[in-house]
T-cell receptor, first 117, second 111 residues
């Protein structure tokens, strides 16, 4: 019963390098999202997806790309890492829009801590 | 735009009650939520309230919602050291189905 799995848990990059943070879920949730958490800033939404083949921008999308080719996976790509992207990244999923039988609860992964030197 | 505001820090003594406050801007959400983040972990849903309710009680937790003032609060009775964590207020932001988070309130419980 894995839930939301993020890899890697820790990563150190040099400025200009590229990498992909992986997120996989086994709950068949339609909605997947990426947040970054910075001290004093709370959680800020980077990108989200309401289903396979559909992605959209959140509050802070610049410098990040996403794709959603399957229901299960939602990778976050940094094409050219910058020190400002040093942060803790969280993937979160939910079943769909809240309604009578669905509270819209978000399920979070354990986070990926990224440092860009 | 959509926004959520919380105070950054709250310190209480073990056994006292804690009250964490939150104000928000968008009133179109069906549910409003409180999430808890323990050190080094992801967030987990603590409790929620349906937007047509004023109050919800769940064991030591009481959630109050004032829709007129767009104010949400979380009261933790008999606060324990295990309640030390960051608490986030959040709600679904309008038609986009996004969840908007506040900065989080760090609750420190002194023994």
């Amino acid at each position: 019963n894995a839930g939301v799995t993020q890899t890697p848990k820790f990563q150190v990059l040099k400025t200009g390098q590229s990498m992909t943070l992986q997120c996989a879920q086994d709950m068949n949730h339609e909605y997947m999202s990426w947040y970054r958490q910075d001290p004093g800033m709370g959680l800020r939404l980077i990108h989200y997806s309401v289903g396979a083949g559909i992605t959209d921008q959140g509050e802070v999308p610049n410098g990040y790309n996403v794709s959603r080719s399957t229901t299960e996976d939602f990778p976050l790509r940094l094409l050219s890492a910058a020190p400002s992207q040093t942060s803790v990244y969280f993937c979160a999923t939910k079943r769909g829009s809240p309604g009578t039988l669905n509270t819209g609860e978000l399920f979070f992964g354990e986070g990926s801590r990224l440092t860009v030197l | 735009g959509e926004d959520v505001e919380q105070s950054l820090f709250l310190s209480v003594r073990e056994g006292d009650s804690s009250v964490i406050n939150c104000t928000y801007t968008d009133s179109s959400s069906t549910y409003l939520y409180w999430y808890k983040q323990e050190p080094g972990a992801g967030l987990q849903l603590l409790t929620y309230i349906f937007s047509n309710m004023d109050m919800k009680q769940d064991q030591r937790l009481t959630v109050l919602l004032n829709k007129k003032d767009k104010h949400l609060s979380l009261r933790i009775a008999d606060t324990q050291t295990g309640d030390s964590a960051i608490y986030f207020c959040t709600y679904g932001g309008g038609a986009t189905n996004k969840l908007i988070f506040g900065t989080g309130t760090l609750l420190a419980v002194q023994p």
